[in-house]
Nanobody
Framework: QVQLVESGGRLVQAGGSLRLSCAAS????????MGWFRQAPGKEREFVAA????????YYVGSMKGRFTISRDNAKNTVYLQMNSLKPEDTAVYYC?????????????????WGQGTLVTVSS
């Protein structure tokens, strides 16, 4: 069992930056690929980024590549999402996720574990 707790969401002005963190419980953090998803008001949850167990491979949805960077620190059981050049359309609840398969994260299918989410609001 893995518990995920996100933090770092807040109100920020357009053009600003935020770093989200997701702390994972348990001793098997480096057994899981990790990902970030988001859900904007009135919209379905969408994939944002994923990183494999070693951190050697990273995957992004096209519209966020270049602005967002996913990283992980296996010694700290933490995954991060650095978000730059934020836009009002980035406003959403951001969720951390863990799964054995990075492909499952990319597809947004039956992901094993989810965090409770952290709200990011970008004002214009």
């Amino acid at each position: 069992q893995v518990q995920l707790v996100e933090s770092g969401g807040r109100l920020v002005q357009a053009g600003g930056s935020l770093r989200l963190s997701c702390a994972a419980s348990g001793r098997t953090f480096n057994s899981y690929a990790m990902g970030w998803f988001r859900q904007a008001p009135g919209k379905e949850r969408e994939f944002v980024a994923a990183i494999d167990r070693s951190g050697g491979n990273r995957y992004y949805v096209g519209s966020m590549k270049g602005r967002f960077t996913i990283s992980r620190d296996n010694a700290k059981n933490t995954v991060y999402l650095q978000m730059n050049s934020l836009k009002p359309e980035d406003t959403a609840v951001y969720y951390c996720a863990a799964d054995f398969s990075v492909l499952t994260l990319q597809r947004g299918g039956s992901v094993e574990f989810w965090g409770q989410g952290t709200l990011v609001t970008v004002s214009s």
